[in-house]
């Protein structure tokens, strides 16, 4: 990347008019436009002023400053994301199985506008977040989707077969469909987070588990290259939650293996997405969400939580509400989705600066630290390296 900025002056009469002071304001007004940190511009203002006191005539000059040279890192702001575009399963489902089925599943209250939680979902918070209007939320995600082609949604709630309810890979052609001879925003950031209901519905028997596992990965990949086919130049694919942290692992004696299937999953999807993200040319953000599960596991007063083990939903008269982790046996809740969100806009902005104007750290910071965005190794468990050794299932 070119580390070079050139800052061009006509100052006609440079030494009559314009004194040392007003050159530095000038020039500190300059490095603003170029978002260089007034106080990291010292240097810069030191030093041109000194070169400017040396003419004496003024006339017309152009000056090169190596910005690199001094210290500065001068990357281009990228271009405001235009929009969200979402593909994935429940925890995306802005709606999506609630219309399908006439609005009556997830039955609305007391889950929130067909959303699979007490209240707003990741998007929801994440797009205020990055600039983005709520009517530029694009999401194909549908409860129950698998990373393929497959729905569990039917089996698992008695839906109506007819519904042809769509995996990932579906909503990938129903999106590709809408693209037309212009192809894919290449501004929008696009989400693919899906897996869980592929890791809950695995074979029993260890090889059976790390096939699926593998067919998961396999799956998301084939929807990234597709997207990135179609014109997609940023694409954020969040990793499996612990999902043994779940009430319905919990309840029915397989946490153990729901946190190993995880782990396992986690690390072949980072291994996939490495060696993708070079291949396609283009930034694949992914963002360790089990890391952050673990944390707040390990200290939810920190975060807020008073309660990480019974769902929500089971208790309609809590006194904290807002203390709660899982709404219900499988899905988090709105304060978790916020979280979530926070560690997605933490993962956009350490991938590439994001012109939007903001410039405040997010508050989850502290949850996050500098592992959130992976770009690539993966830091969880010493388990991972034993993944292939251990049964899934026992």
């Known amino acids: 990347m070119n580390k070079q900025l050139t800052l061009n002056f006509d100052f006609p009469n440079l030494s009559v008019s314009l004194p040392p002071?007003?050159?530095?304001?000038d020039l500190s007004e300059l490095s603003r436009k170029y978002t260089v940190e007034l106080s990291d511009a010292a240097p810069l203002i030191d030093a041109a002023n000194s070169f400017l006191r040396e003419l004496s005539k003024g006339g017309s000059f152009s000056w090169s400053i190596d910005l690199k040279a001094l210290g500065f890192d001068c990357q281009p702001a990228a271009p405001p994301i235009?929009?969200?575009?979402?593909?994935?399963?429940?925890?995306?489902?802005?709606?999506?199985?609630?219309g399908v089925t006439s609005?009556?599943?997830?039955?609305s209250p007391p889950y929130f506008e067909g959303r699979f939680a007490n209240g707003l979902i990741w998007a929801d918070y994440l797009a205020p977040q990055l600039g983005i209007d709520s009517d530029r939320i694009s999401s194909f995600a549908v409860g129950g989707a698998k990373t393929g082609r497959e729905n569990i949604a039917t089996?698992?709630?008695?839906?109506?077969?007819?519904?042809n309810l769509p995996g990932v890979l579906d909503q990938i052609d129903t999106f590709a469909a809408t693209t037309g001879a212009?192809?894919?925003d290449p501004h929008a950031l696009y989400v693919v987070w899906a897996g869980s209901n592929d890791l809950l519905n695995l074979p029993p028997d260890p090889q059976g588990a790390i096939a699926g596992i593998r067919q998961a990965v396999s799956n998301i990949s084939t929807a990234i290259t597709k997207l990135a086919d179609l014109g997609a130049e940023r694409v954020l694919v969040p990793n499996s939650i612990d999902l043994g942290l779940a009430p319905f692992p919990r309840r029915n004696g397989v946490a153990a293996q729901a946190t190993q299937a995880s782990i396992g999953f986690n690390q072949a999807l980072n291994q996939a997405l490495t060696a993708l993200e070079p291949a396609l040319g283009i930034d694949i953000i992914e963002v360790d969400l089990f890391s952050i599960t673990q944390r707040i596991a390990a200290s939810p007063g920190?975060?807020?939580f008073t309660n990480i083990t019974d769902p929500l939903i089971e208790q309609p008269n809590s006194s904290n509400p807002d203390g709660y982790f899982w709404w219900d046996q499988i899905h988090p809740t709105t304060q978790v989705h916020q979280l979530a969100a926070d560690a997605f806009e933490a993962a956009i902005a350490q991938s590439a600066p994001v012109?939007?104007?903001?410039?405040?750290?997010?508050?989850?910071?502290r949850l996050i630290g500098n592992g959130v965005g992976l770009h690539h190794p993966l830091v969880t468990s010493p388990a991972v390296n034993r993944f292939a050794e251990s049964p899934l299932f026992v």
Not at 82 to 96: A, K
């Open 21 to 25: 002071d007003l050159l530095s304001f």
């Open 82 to 98: 235009s929009q969200l575009v979402i593909f994935g399963d429940s925890l995306s489902d802005r709606g999506n199985l609630f």
């Open 103 to 107: 609005q009556q599943f997830p039955p």
């Open 155 to 163: 089996t698992l709630f008695g839906l109506p077969e007819s519904l």
């Open 182 to 184: 212009y192809g894919a």
């Open 302 to 304: 920190e975060f807020g």
């Open 355 to 365: 012109s939007n104007g903001r410039t405040q750290a997010s508050p989850t910071e």
